[in-house]
């Protein structure tokens, strides 16, 4: 994978993340862990 590819990859798992916490305001550990490849 290309770095570009890499940061644009990183970056939508973060998102995707923050996304689940507005959803959920008491995350669990666990919520990493069903974040999709």
């Known amino acids: 994978m290309t770095r570009e590819?890499?940061?644009a990859?990183?970056?939508s798992?973060?998102?995707f993340l923050g996304m689940e916490l507005k959803h959920h305001p008491h995350?669990?550990?666990l919520h990493?862990?069903?974040i999709p490849p």
């Open 32 to 34: 990493v862990s069903r």
């Open 9 to 11: 990859h990183i970056f």
């Open 13 to 15: 798992r973060i998102r």
């Open 5 to 7: 590819l890499q940061d």
């Open 27 to 29: 995350p669990e550990p």
